[in-house]
């Protein structure tokens, strides 16, 4: 599905059989595409949000393929100085992120399953200093993990390694403003064989993710009104502000 993304986003790296899937379900569900944008909007927004409030390190699990607006480009506009550990499991996505990254000794990718906090955060360490803040990101990220997979328990094991004045930030899909035609989606990449399936969660479920972090204003809310800056932020459909919930949490000191 880091694929089918990159499709959404306009982007190159993807097959016929992921652009496939991708204009099916936006047949289903008309402005998926602005949805995904607007995640990635709001990706900006949240990173910009970190640095302002002194992060200067970040963890991005499921970074997925590199495009327009990485996190690495938008903190080291900011500060020169800030370092990032990108995690994807699929090798494309890490292929094309070690040649973005080449010459960058301040941020690297790492290929790992996010449902192995231990070697990844092992790995994030060598990169990382643990011992001050964080910003970890999970976006689009943990719907894929079904419930037997304990999302709760991995989310413990990464949230429970950061400092205090850390953030985590995470965009989660959910069908509590949606019909038919998101359950008809489900369905479309259920059938497409990929190893990637959609675990849709209500506000409460997503909500208990953050477990002990604060979350800032506004909440957790649809992606496109965590703190929009301007008509990029949010999509001409209203149920695509809706599809995704986005939220920061902070840990407190």
Not at 65 to 74: C, L, Q, R, S, Y
Not at 97 to 126: F, H, Y
Not at 216 to 223: H, I, M, S
């Amino acid at each position: 599905m880091a694929r089918t993304y990159d499709f959404m986003l306009g982007g190159g790296h993807n097959f016929a059989v992921d652009r496939a899937v991708g204009e099916k379900i936006e047949t289903l569900m008309p402005g998926l595409k602005q949805a995904a944008r607007v995640n990635r909007a709001f990706l900006g927004r949240v990173v910009r949000f970190m640095v302002d409030r002194g992060v200067r390190q970040f963890l991005d699990i499921g970074s997925g393929i590199p495009t327009v607006g990485n996190v690495h480009e938008i903190a080291q506009k900011a500060d020169p100085e800030c370092r990032v550990v990108y995690v994807d499991r699929d090798p494309i996505a890490v292929a094309h992120s070690e040649l973005m990254l080449g010459r960058n000794d301040r941020a690297v990718i790492v290929q790992a399953d996010m449902r192995d906090p231990e070697s990844i955060l092992e790995t994030a360490k060598q990169s990382l200093d643990f011992d001050k803040p964080i910003g970890l990101l999970m976006l689009l990220m943990l719907h894929w993990v079904a419930d037997e997979d304990d999302p709760h328990g991995l989310l413990e094991r990464y949230r429970s390694a950061l400092a205090p004045g850390s953030y985590f930030a995470l965009t989660h899909v959910t069908s509590d403003n949606q019909g038919e035609n998101l359950t008809e989606a489900t369905d479309v990449i259920q059938r497409s064989k990929s190893q990637d399936q959609v675990n849709t969660r209500t506000r409460a479920e997503i909500e208990t993710m953050f477990g002990e972090f604060e979350l800032v204003d506004p909440g957790l809310v649809g992606c496109a009104l965590w703190r929009p800056g301007g008509p990029g932020d949010v999509a001409d459909n209203p149920d695509m502000n809706m599809l995704v919930y986005a939220g920061v949490g902070r840990k407190p000191d």
